[in-house]
């Protein structure tokens, strides 16, 4: 298994408090993805970054912000949590070397996010 | 906009018997497709990556294929065994201007009866 760790594991906060999770990776590969899970919608991209400080938005990234200062950690940002961010968030890596998506994705094994 | 889709959403079939999961995405200019296992309350497991230059990929009793020019992909699965039993997710990496990372399909929720 890829050496990926997210946390925390679960998380239920209240609405308009601020929430970071955090992404850890020991494989050493340049891509790393946030991704947020629901039924009826499936996994949707919520932000990624292709290196130290480059990051770039995905398809759900309104009211979610992400960092990145070492190459092994990312960390995912909710401003102010809202209960429609209520999800589970998957981080995931890639060795891909040029800017798309060209190589395989291994997933952490996710954080369960409640916001009441 | 690439689009997934997963046919069909549910499948349950006895212990033994072969079977394919169907995989269609709308944009063909793709460049590669790759299918996960999850399992209840778990991340995902990658299972196959085919590049957009080849047709099949194989690993143990799986074997998918990719129709790049229809927009389609089936993971077969030999042999089913109750182990099987998970989500199966389908996801495209497109190579369009758009943001990168994978599009997911809704996944098809395979049961393998004993």
């Known amino acids: 298994d890829a050496g990926i760790t997210q946390s925390p594991r679960h998380k239920v906060t209240e609405t308009g408090t601020p929430v970071t999770l955090r992404c850890h990776q020991t494989?050493?590969?340049?891509?790393m993805y946030w991704y947020r899970q629901d039924p009826g919608h499936g996994l949707r991209l919520i932000h990624y970054?292709?290196?130290?400080?480059?990051?770039d938005k995905g398809e759900v990234s309104d009211g979610y912000s992400v960092s990145r200062s070492k190459t092994e950690d990312f960390l995912l940002t909710l401003e102010s949590a809202t209960s429609s961010q209520t999800s589970v968030y998957f981080c995931?890596?890639?060795?891909?070397?040029?800017?798309?998506?060209?190589?395989?994705?291994?997933f952490g094994p996710g954080t369960r996010l409640t916001v009441l | 906009k690439q689009e997934v889709t997963q046919i069909p959403a549910a499948l349950s079939v006895p212990e033994g018997e072969n079977l394919v999961l169907n995989c269609s995405f709308t944009?063909?200019?793709?460049?590669?497709l790759q299918w996960f296992r999850q399992d209840p309350g778990k991340g995902l497991t990658s299972l196959l990556l085919?590049?957009?230059?080849?047709r099949e990929q194989t690993s143990g009793r799986l074997n998918a294929s990719l129709d790049k020019s229809s927009g389609r992909s089936t993971l077969y699965i030999a042999a089913s065994q109750p182990g099987d039993s998970a989500t199966y997710l389908c996801?495209?990496?497109?190579?369009?201007?758009?943001?990168?990372?994978?599009?997911f399909g809704k996944g098809t929720h395979l049961i393998i009866q004993p």
């Open positions: 494989e050493n590969h340049r891509y």
């Open positions: 944009d063909s200019a793709i460049y590669n």
């Open positions: 995931a890596i890639s060795e891909s070397m040029t800017r798309k998506s060209t190589d395989t994705q291994y």
């Open positions: 996801a495209v990496s497109s190579t369009g201007g758009g943001a990168d990372g994978l599009t």
């Open positions: 085919i590049q957009s230059s080849q």
């Open positions: 970054s292709y290196g130290v400080k480059d990051t």
